[in-house]
C-alpha cells in the first residue's frame, strides 16, 4: 500500500515537508472522528458505514501512509514491532 501512495504522490508531485505531512494527517484523523460521531449520532447508535466515513477512512489512509513514506517507515515492519508489543503486554496481564 505504501509503494502505490508514493507512487501516486510522485506521479502528481504531491511532495511536501514531513511537517505539512503530519499536519494533513492529524487534519484528516479528526476528519474521521467527525464522521465516525456523525455515523453514531454522538455515540447514541450502532457506527453505520457512510459515504462520508469511507472517504475520510481513505483520506486519513493515505495520509498515515504518505507520512510513513517520508520518514522512510514501512508499515508492514512497524505493525509487526507494535503487535509484538501488545502481544508481551497482554501476555503480562493473563499472568497471575
Not at 487534519?27 to 449520532?41: I, N, P, R, Y
Amino acid at each position: 500500500m505504501q509503494d502505490k501512495v508514493s507512487a501516486f504522490i510522485h506521479e502528481f508531485g504531491l511532495e511536501t515537508d514531513i511537517q505539512s505531512r503530519f499536519i494533513d494527517f492529524v487534519a484528516e484523523t479528526g476528519e474521521l472522528g467527525k464522521a465516525v460521531l456523525m455515523s453514531t449520532d454522538y455515540g447514541m447508535r450502532k457506527a453505520v458505514i457512510t459515504d462520508e466515513l469511507l472517504e475520510e477512512a481513505g483520506d486519513t489512509l493515505f495520509a498515515l501512509l504518505a507520512l510513513f513514506s517520508d520518514l522512510s517507515l514501512n508499515e508492514e515492519e512497524v505493525l509487526e514491532d507494535v503487535l509484538k508489543r501488545y502481544r508481551s503486554r497482554m501476555e503480562q496481564l493473563r499472568q497471575p
